[in-house]
């Protein structure tokens, strides 16, 4: 769903119809798959996964395990600014191959900003994204 070389094909995704719980479900159920031997619980409604953690105790050194409950949505600003790291790296890497072939990436950079400045208006009509810290 979000792997493609249109970099922001992630910010795109979320304008679709339930582009948000469609993110939640497939984070949750990627999760889910990575952590299955030590699945607690899965709550997709409230978009949390709770599973057990083997850690070290920072002083003795000793492991223990412990419950880490994941939860979507305290967890989607990371995604926020994950995603938006991702889109510069590959702008940047499409502006070096542009450049490498002896174009102009001027033209190139003028649409991603056009393109990014038309984004982030749908995604703040929608999810009130302008007000928040991460972008």
């Known amino acids: ?18 582009g948000y719980n469609k993110c939640k ?19 997709y409604e409230k978009g949390e996964v709770k ?3 083997l850690d070290h105790h920072p002083d003795t050194g000793e492991p223990f395990t412990d419950i880490t409950t994941f939860n979507f949505d305290e967890e ?16 940047d ?11 102009n990436h001027t033209e ?9 400045n038309f984004l982030l208006d749908k995604l703040s009509e929608q999810y009130n994204f302008r007000n928040r810290t991460y972008l």
Request: glycine share 2%.
């Open 93 to 103: 890497e499409l502006v070096t191959e542009i450049n490498k072939k002896g174009k």
């Open 51 to 53: 599973f057990w953690h």
């Open 1 to 18: 769903m979000f792997i493609s070389n249109n970099p922001f094909l992630f910010f795109e995704s979320l304008l679709e119809p339930n």
């Open 76 to 91: 989607f600003p990371n995604k926020i600014v994950s995603e938006k790291a991702k889109i510069k790296t590959q702008i």
């Open 108 to 116: 190139f950079l003028k649409s991603q900003i056009n393109h990014t």
């Open 25 to 43: 479900n497939l984070s949750i159920s990627n999760l889910e798959e990575s952590v299955k031997s030590y699945l607690e619980s899965v709550d």
